[in-house]
């Protein structure tokens, strides 16, 4: 049997005749960078996160570099997020010109451990950008409890986690502002690049939308300089028709991460993931941790099975962020995650019978090694 990390295409099968009529409407409008079908999706994004304002962007990158500059950071700042992390997180601060520093993560979540956070904490520090892995939020109360204190701003990498909860309130709109990507494999995923700022505050709001479409709040006068990260129209379409299904969909995906767990219980080698009582895990990744992490892949790929690692080198010891001067065992918890995490195949569609399957085969690899 085959069972494919993702597949995109399973989906598309299900709803693929809603699509035609919306996407018909875009093309016969003409309204493909930005315009009301963008606008369209903001309102019902802001109303499923339960926030004032949703503003589409070029894709999650994009959304978390607008934030930051909107929220006035740059040159001299510091902002704290954690190593365990896509490289996009801290490439938005670099790029507004602030320096990124690491707090380790918590071992059961992989998320910023609140407690290792004050000490990062300098005179340079402006924000905290606490990143919601693998479709889990991370441990927001404490952050949040920290960073008003201490005056910082808190911007949320919701990057991985529509639609994931922190007792009961959306990822997204607990700090100023949330940063999402519809790239095409996330949760809620584009026919191409897309992402959007999630906020309550209409400055903020306001700034942004001006930011992305060349600084200007009305054509050729332009008040600050922007620059372009408008959301096509026709991403915009595609994400309303598929918010619609978000709802099942981490449904499926919760069912089927049930379904892992409860087959994988047994294994005293696993370490399973872990849903944190505050937190409804949407399950972007389900990734398991063990020791023996790059054989169990290799013996899975053998059996048909496609997994994935994320992410298997922490953020400090990437090339790209030598001049920071890290070394190995700075962020020790990160990087015993980095070494040992493994993502099994995750997306709603997946059936019992793949997801038994893959179970059989993570059995019989610690049966026969
Ligand atoms: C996907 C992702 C991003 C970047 O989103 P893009 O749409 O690919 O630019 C940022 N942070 C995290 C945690 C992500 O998973």
């Given at each position: 049997?085959?069972?494919?990390?993702?597949?995109l295409?399973a989906q598309?099968?299900?709803?693929?005749?809603?699509f035609?009529?919306?996407?018909?409407?875009?093309m016969?409008?003409?309204?493909?960078?930005g315009g009301?079908?963008?606008e369209e999706?903001e309102?019902d994004?802001?109303?499923?996160?339960?926030?004032?304002?949703?503003?589409g962007?070029?894709?999650?990158?994009d959304?978390?570099?607008m934030?930051?500059i909107g929220?006035?950071v740059?040159r001299?700042?510091?902002?704290?997020?954690?190593?365990?992390?896509?490289?996009?997180?801290t490439?938005?601060?670099?790029?507004?010109?602030?320096?990124?520093?690491?707090?380790?993560?918590?071992?059961?979540?992989?998320?910023?451990d609140?407690?290792l956070?004050?000490?990062?904490?300098t005179?340079?520090?402006?924000?905290?950008?606490?990143v919601?892995?693998?479709?889990?939020?991370a441990d927001?109360a404490p952050?949040?409890?920290?960073?008003?204190?201490?005056?910082?701003?808190?911007?949320?990498?919701?990057c991985?986690?529509?639609?994931a909860?922190?007792?009961a309130?959306?990822?997204?709109?607990?700090?100023?502002?949330g940063?999402?990507?519809?790239?095409p494999g996330?949760n809620?995923?584009?026919?191409?690049?897309?992402g959007?700022?999630?906020?309550?505050?209409d400055?903020l709001a306001?700034?942004?939308?001006?930011?992305?479409?060349?600084?200007?709040?009305?054509?050729?006068?332009h008040?600050?300089?922007?620059?372009?990260?408008?959301m096509d129209?026709?991403?915009?379409?595609?994400?309303t028709?598929?918010l619609?299904?978000?709802?099942?969909?981490?449904?499926?995906?919760?069912?089927?991460a049930?379904l892992y767990?409860?087959l994988l219980?047994?294994?005293?080698e696993?370490?399973?993931?872990?849903?944190?009582?505050?937190a409804?895990?949407v399950?972007h990744?389900?990734?398991?941790?063990?020791?023996?992490?790059?054989?169990?892949?290799e013996?899975?790929?053998?059996k048909g099975?496609?997994?994935?690692i994320h992410y298997?080198v922490?953020i400090?010891?990437?090339?790209?962020?030598r001049?920071?001067?890290?070394?190995?065992?700075?962020?020790?918890?990160?990087?015993?995650?980095?070494?040992?995490?493994?993502s099994?195949?995750?997306?709603?569609?997946?059936?019992?019978?793949?997801?038994?399957?893959v179970?059989?085969?993570?059995?019989?690899?610690?049966r026969?090694?």
């Amino acid at each position: 049997m085959n069972v494919p990390f993702l597949n995109l295409k399973a989906q598309y099968d299900l709803i693929k005749d809603e699509f035609s009529p919306k996407l018909e409407k875009v093309m016969q409008s003409s309204a493909f960078a930005g315009g009301p079908f963008v606008e369209e999706f903001e309102k019902d994004f802001a109303a499923f996160c339960g926030c004032k304002h949703a503003i589409g962007v070029g894709n999650g990158t994009d959304a978390l570099w607008m934030a930051l500059i909107g929220l006035g950071v740059g040159r001299g700042d510091e902002v704290i997020t954690t190593p365990s992390t896509f490289i996009a997180t801290t490439e938005a601060i670099s790029f507004c010109g602030a320096d990124p520093v690491f707090v380790d993560v918590d071992e059961r979540t992989g998320n910023m451990d609140p407690v290792l956070l004050p000490q990062a904490i300098t005179g340079k520090t402006k924000a905290i950008i606490p990143v919601h892995l693998h479709g889990q939020a991370a441990d927001m109360a404490p952050i949040m409890d920290i960073a008003n204190r201490h005056n910082l701003i808190v911007i949320e990498d919701a990057c991985q986690a529509h639609d994931a909860e922190y007792n009961a309130k959306k990822a997204g709109t607990m700090g100023a502002a949330g940063c999402f990507s519809f790239y095409p494999g996330k949760n809620l995923g584009a026919f191409g690049e897309a992402g959007a700022v999630t906020t309550d505050d209409d400055q903020l709001a306001a700034t942004i939308r001006m930011f992305r479409d060349h600084g200007q709040a009305k054509k050729y006068h332009h008040s600050i300089i922007g620059w372009n990260c408008r959301m096509d129209g026709i991403q915009g379409a595609v994400l309303t028709v598929k918010l619609k299904h978000l709802r099942v969909w981490t449904e499926g995906r919760r069912k089927n991460a049930a379904l892992y767990n409860s087959l994988l219980r047994d294994l005293d080698e696993l370490v399973l993931p872990v849903e944190a009582d505050f937190a409804r895990h949407v399950y972007h990744i389900y990734a398991i941790r063990t020791e023996r992490r790059d054989a169990l892949l290799e013996f899975l790929q053998g059996k048909g099975i496609s997994c994935g690692i994320h992410y298997p080198v922490p953020i400090h010891l990437q090339e790209a962020y030598r001049h920071m001067g890290h070394k190995a065992g700075d962020f020790p918890v990160a990087e015993k995650l980095a070494a040992t995490t493994l993502s099994l195949p995750m997306f709603p569609e997946l059936s019992e019978e793949q997801i038994r399957y893959v179970a059989d085969a993570i059995h019989e690899f610690f049966r026969n090694h």
